[in-house]
C-alpha cells in the first residue's frame, strides 16, 4: 500500500496509529484486573480483555505496515487462548511481562509512527514466541 | 441501481473494516460493511450479495453464527464466503470449510492479497 501518495489512505493510517496509545491503556488497565484477581473467574475474565486486545492488534497492524504488533499481538493471542498460565504469583508476573512487551511496542510505535521491529529481538518476544507456539501446537 | 459486484463484509475491528472497504471500493466493488454478526445476518436478504466476507471474532453473533445463516437461507446458499480470522489453528479451517465457506484467509493479510482473492472468488 502506498500510504504517502494517497490522503485518503494516509489518514486512515494515521486514525489507527491514534489508537495505539487507547489500546495500550486497555491493555494496562486489563493487566492490572489480572494481577488483582482474587477468583478463578474474575482472572479468566480479565484475560479475556487482554486477549481482545491482542487479537485485535494481531489481526489489524500488519495490514497498516506493523508487522511487529502483529507478531507480538498474535503470540499474546495464541498463549492466552490455547495456554494455561502457570499458578501462583510467578505465573501471573511471567505473562505480565508479555502485557508490557505488547503495550511497550504499541507506546514506541504511537510515538514513532513506524513499526516498532528492534521488539522482535527483545528476549521476552523471543520467549513469547516459543511458549506460543507451543500452546497452538497442542491445540491442535 | 448499481452495476458494481456487491459485497457484505462483516468486520467489528473498526480500522481493518475500513481498510477492507477502502481496498475493495478502488477495486470498483460495491461495499457494505456490518460492524457485528447480527447486524450481518440482518442484512442476508438485503441486496443480492456476490460476496460476503466474514470474521470469525465478533459480538453479538459471530461468523461461524453468520455463515451458518447464510447457507440455510435460500437466497445466500450458495453465495461464496470467504472467512477471516487471526487464529493460526488448523481447527478453524476444518470448521470453516465444514460449515460451507468458500475460501479461508488468515489476518493479518495485505490488503492487494486480499483485493486479488476477492475478485477470483466474485469471478467464480
Given amino acids: ?140 | 441501481m448499481s452495476t458494481q459486484p456487491e459485497i457484505l463484509i462483516a468486520e467489528d475491528e473498526e480500522h481493518i473494516g475500513k481498510l477492507i472497504v477502502f481496498k475493495l471500493t478502488k477495486e470498483g466493488f460495491a461495499v457494505t460493511h456490518a460492524r457485528n454478526g447480527q447486524e450481518a445476518i440482518n442484512l442476508l436478504t438485503s441486496k443480492d450479495w456476490k460476496l460476503l466476507i466474514l470474521d470469525v471474532m465478533m459480538p453479538l453473533a459471530d461468523g461461524w453464527q453468520v455463515l451458518k445463516a447464510a447457507r440455510e437461507n435460500p437466497q445466500t446458499a450458495r453465495t461464496p464466503v470467504l472467512v477471516l480470522t487471526a487464529k493460526s489453528i488448523q481447527t478453524d479451517m476444518a470448521k470453516s470449510a465444514d460449515l460451507g465457506a468458500t475460501q479461508f484467509l488468515k489476518k493479518p493479510f495485505e490488503p492487494a492479497h486480499l483485493a486479488a482473492l476477492v475478485k477470483k472468488l466474485v469471478e467464480g
Avoid: C
Avoid at chain 1, 494455561?84 to 508479555?98: C, F, L, N, Q, R
Fill in chain 1, 1 to 140: 500500500m502506498d500510504w504517502d501518495s494517497d490522503p485518503e489512505l494516509r489518514a486512515m493510517r494515521d486514525e489507527f496509529v491514534g489508537s495505539f496509545g487507547e489500546r495500550k491503556q486497555t491493555l494496562t488497565a486489563a493487566w492490572a484486573k489480572v494481577a488483582a484477581a482474587k477468583t478463578a473467574d474474575d482472572r479468566a475474565s480479565a484475560l479475556e480483555e487482554v486477549a481482545s486486545v491482542a487479537h485485535k492488534v494481531a489481526g489489524s497492524a500488519e495490514s497498516y505496515g506493523f508487522p511487529t504488533l502483529s507478531q507480538i499481538g498474535g503470540a499474546m493471542d495464541d498463549l492466552l487462548s490455547f495456554g494455561s498460565m502457570p499458578a501462583g504469583a510467578d505465573g501471573v508476573a511471567a505473562w505480565g511481562t508479555y502485557a508490557e512487551l505488547l503495550g511497550e511496542a504499541l507506546g514506541e510505535a504511537a510515538i514513532s509512527k513506524k513499526n516498532p521491529a528492534r521488539f522482535e529481538t527483545d528476549p521476552r518476544f523471543e520467549v513469547l514466541a516459543k511458549e506460543a507456539a507451543k500452546a497452538a501446537e497442542e491445540a491442535e
